[in-house]
């Protein structure tokens, strides 16, 4: 979610599934859409998105189901009630960004999202943050993504941190999927 001025550079991506930022947004995501054709957020971006904030929300969500072999098989989904508490908050923006925002943008956050009365974060107001990055900067959202394990294809592969949430056990970790 950082902006960092003057970062074209120009050159090709050295991953070919990465769109470069002067090219169409998505368009070399081999199908995988983050914004809908309404420009709203896209079904796959949810799911994903409901994972990540189920990260750090309260009420904490059930742990997955997992098989014999101990491998996480489907995303974490956050319960109807959950919020991002203060510490919540901090805790997305320092995996996400590498730092907690500055109570200058918590502040906004407040003002202009979807809170509780208490002030956290709603999933609604999680999903506001992403459609206003997804518009103005796809690229931003897909290193978002990949911070929290998502490849281009939006599908959660293992990361240090899920890796270390399983029992200390090596375990890859991938959605549930129809296809």
């Given at each position: 979610m950082q902006r960092f001025e003057g970062s074209e550079s120009g050159t090709q991506s050295p991953r070919p599934e990465t769109p470069e930022p002067s090219s169409i947004q998505g368009r070399r995501n081999a199908g995988v859409h983050l914004l809908d054709d309404d420009g709203g957020i896209s079904d796959q971006l949810e799911i994903s998105l409901k994972h990540i904030f189920a990260k750090y929300c309260i009420p904490r969500p059930p742990n997955p189901p997992v098989e014999g072999d101990g491998k996480r098989v489907a995303l974490l989904e956050p319960p109807p009630s959950a919020y991002l508490s203060p510490e919540g908050?901090?805790?997305w923006a320092q995996d996400t960004n590498?730092?907690?925002f500055s109570q200058e943008t918590k502040d906004e956050l407040v003002e202009f999202l979807d809170v509780t009365d208490d002030g956290g974060l709603t999933f609604n107001g999680f999903l506001q943050i992403y459609q206003l990055q997804t518009?103005?900067?796809e690229e931003e959202t897909w290193r978002?993504?990949?911070?929290?394990?998502f490849d281009r294809m939006l599908k959660l592969v293992a990361t240090r941190r899920e890796e270390a949430e399983v029992d200390g056990d090596e375990a890859s970790i991938a959605?549930?999927?129809s296809s």
């Open positions: 908050l901090d805790a590498g730092a907690p518009e103005n900067d978002d993504l990949s911070n929290h394990g959605p549930s999927s």
